[in-house]
């Protein structure tokens, strides 16, 4: 079945630190990939998507993720945290018309 | 502005009563989505529509009822609530309902049962 893991429920950095949150995803054919961020009380908003290509996806906010095939990984990454960053993080596979999510990163921000 | 209104934001009920989630978005997407948000379970989708009057079961339907005689409007009713119902609620919308298709989310309503 297909089925989306992010193996870290909750994450602490650094302002100006680099991030990285992971990943992964059982999917059979060409997965569509999508990352989105959750700030408190709101709605998820979409930072960036990889359907084909390229495997290094740039989104909004400088966020990046890229996509590997042989580790079936898509993970995000920021070069410089910002304290604005803090917010839950959430990885989606397109299946059938619809999003599957993974479990969610919450990302804290320390100055 | 053009986007996804959910109401209430906030609802508090009792256990055994109905109670009605309203979505209406403003784009004429064809697609639409109810989505629960959970600790430890992220976003399960609850039911989804391809288009007026055409509806599905997701992940975790049972209580759940949905309706969608108009494009722009998807409610949601929980007929019976249960205290294992409280959670937080998005709806969601999608023109196309492709596999690359972003969803795009309202700001949720936070429902608990007592």
């Known amino acids: 079945a297909q089925s989306v893991t992010q193996p870290d429920i909750h994450i602490t950095v650094s302002e100006g630190a680099s991030l990285e949150l992971r990943c992964n995803y059982s999917y059979g054919a060409t997965p569509y990939l999508f990352w989105y961020v959750q700030s408190p009380g709101q709605g998820l908003q979409l930072l960036l998507k990889?359907?084909?290509?390229?495997?290094l996806v740039q989104g909004i906010k400088g966020f990046e993720a890229e996509f590997k095939r042989s580790q079936s990984s898509f993970n995000l990454r920021k070069p410089s945290v910002h304290w604005s960053d803090a917010a839950e993080y959430f990885c989606?596979?397109?299946?059938?018309?619809?999003?599957?999510f993974g479990q969610g990163t919450e990302l804290s921000v320390k100055p | 502005d053009a986007g996804i209104t959910q109401s209430p934001r906030y609802k508090i009920t009792e256990t055994g009563r109905q109670v009605t989630l309203m979505c209406h978005q403003t784009?004429?997407?064809?697609?639409m989505f109810w989505y629960r948000q959970d600790l430890g379970h992220g976003l399960r989708l609850i039911y989804y529509s391809a288009a007026a009057d055409i509806t599905d079961k997701g992940e975790v339907p049972d209580g759940y009822v949905v309706s969608r005689s108009k494009t722009e409007n998807f409610p949601l009713t929980l007929e019976s609530a249960t205290r294992s119902q409280t959670s937080v609620y998005f709806c969601?919308?999608?023109?196309?309902?492709?596999?690359?298709?972003?969803?795009?989310f309202g700001n949720g309503t936070r429902l608990t049962v007592t």
């Open positions: 784009w004429s997407h064809s697609y």
């Open positions: 990889y359907f084909s290509g390229d495997t």
């Open positions: 969601a919308s999608s023109e196309f309902g492709r596999n690359n298709s972003p969803l795009h």
């Open positions: 989606a596979v397109g299946v059938g018309g619809k999003l599957i």
